[in-house]
Structures are given as structure tokens and as C-alpha cells.
């Protein structure tokens, strides 16, 4: 079935450790996106990228790094965990960039402690 | 700045009644205006995108640039329409979403 696939579901992590959030598309669709949902925060962009090789910054990027090194795969590492990381994120993809909808996969709920 | 405000944050109607999920916006340019939907246990997704001017569920939004809104409405609520629902301005590489609002429909 076509998507975005994240994994893991869920993780709890000590403070300090590194972590990776994987997300792989197979639709083929230029845009990736990182973002978290926090209660009351509603969703904030973490980091983007607009094709493979390409990344940007978003509205929260600090404590946060991606890489694009293909179209299917967009990886969202946490060099060194810390509680405000404490989230649930969400990889999207887009066939282009800012004014298409986006697709979401089923998130990452994030416990950093 | 960009930015998109959903005053409410939760909101409570019953089955068979009208609801409104109000949406505000700041923006200079002409907006890409979105609206998402979330429900139980499922993933984020595309309810209805001003552009279209789509009917969708039942549900429309209406894009007024006088006052920078963007409700969505409904005339007859469902049980099925319980869901939160998320405001979104597309602009640039980025889209900015509203704070959601939970909407339950009371049977």
C-alpha cells in the first residue's frame, strides 16, 4: 500500500542518548516534512527538504538534524535527547512544495526522560 | 509572520446540529489556505483545500479576505464528524498549522 511509513511507533529514551526517527515514502513525491504535535502547540515544522539532496530549516529546528539522501528517505536524528524533545512527530511528503497537501504517516510518539 | 489561529480549542455540538470551526489567519499575500482532520486513531489527512472549493464530508470553508478567515462548516453534525481539526496556511516551503480544535458531536 502506498504511504509514508515511520518507525519506531512509539520510544522512550533516556536524556542525553541519540536517536533516529526513520520515515520512507513510496509515492515518489519530491517534498518531505518533520513535524511534532504538542497539546496547545498545535503542529510545528521541524525541518523540510524539496528534493533529494536539498534541506531546510523550519519553524523548530534547534536539537533536531535531517538527512535527504534519496527521495524515499527523509531520517530525523536527535544528536543528544533532551525533555522538551518529549513529542509525537509526524513525517509528511508532497509532490511539490508549500501549497500541496500533504500526506502524513501514522507518527512517532517520542518519551525523552 | 505567517500565522493561523484557531480560537477554540475544544467544541461541543449535538448530532443533527450546525458547527462552525473558526479559523484566522495573518498573511499579506494570497493564501493557500487548508483544512486537516485527524481522526481516532488514524493519521492526519487532507479534509478540504480553499482552492477547490470542494463539498467535502459535508463540510465547507469558505475563504473571506476581508476578515483573514477560513471557517468550516457544516450544517447538520455527525457522530462520525468527531475528529480534531487542524487549520493550515500554505505558504513558501512551509505550512503553518492552527493550535487544531477537538470537535465531539453529542448523540
Known amino acids: 500500500i502506498a504511504g509514508i511509513t515511520q518507525a519506531p511507533t512509539s520510544q522512550i529514551l533516556a536524556a542525553g542518548r541519540r536517536m533516529t526517527l526513520r520515515c520512507t515514502q513510496d509515492?515518489?513525491?519530491?517534498?518531505m516534512y518533520w513535524y511534532r504535535q504538542d497539546l496547545g502547540l498545535g503542529l510545528r515544522l521541524i525541518h523540510y527538504?524539496?528534493?533529494?539532496?536539498?534541506?531546510g530549516k523550519g519553524e523548530v529546528p534547534d536539537g533536531y538534524s535531517v538527512s535527504r539522501a534519496n527521495t524515499d528517505d527523509f531520517p530525523l536524528t536527535l544528536a543528544s535527547a533532551v525533555p522538551s524533545q518529549t513529542s509525537v512527530y509526524f513525517c509528511?511528503?508532497?509532490?511539490?512544495?508549500?501549497?500541496?497537501?500533504?500526506?502524513f504517516g501514522n507518527g512517532t510518539r517520542l518519551t525523552v526522560t | 509572520a505567517q500565522r493561523v489561529t484557531q480560537p477554540e480549542k475544544l467544541l461541543s455540538v449535538f448530532k443533527g446540529a450546525p458547527v462552525e470551526l473558526k479559523c484566522n489567519y495573518s498573511?499579506?499575500?494570497?493564501?493557500?489556505l487548508f483544512w486537516y482532520v485527524q481522526y481516532s486513531r488514524q493519521r492526519l489527512q487532507l479534509l478540504l483545500r480553499?482552492?477547490s472549493r470542494e463539498s467535502i464530508k459535508g463540510f465547507t470553508a469558505d475563504l473571506n479576505k476581508g476578515e483573514t478567515s477560513f471557517h468550516l462548516k457544516k450544517p447538520f453534525a455527525q457522530e462520525e464528524d468527531s475528529a480534531m481539526y487542524y487549520c493550515?496556511?500554505?505558504?513558501?516551503?512551509?505550512?503553518?498549522f492552527g493550535t487544531g480544535t477537538r470537535l465531539t458531536v453529542i448523540p
Open positions: 509528511a511528503s508532497s509532490d511539490r512544495t508549500g501549497d500541496s497537501p500533504l500526506h
Open positions: 509515492m515518489r513525491h519530491n517534498a
Open positions: 527538504s524539496n528534493t533529494a539532496g536539498t534541506t
Open positions: 498573511y499579506s499575500g494570497s493564501p493557500e
Open positions: 480553499h482552492i
Open positions: 493550515a496556511l500554505g505558504w513558501a516551503n512551509n505550512l503553518f
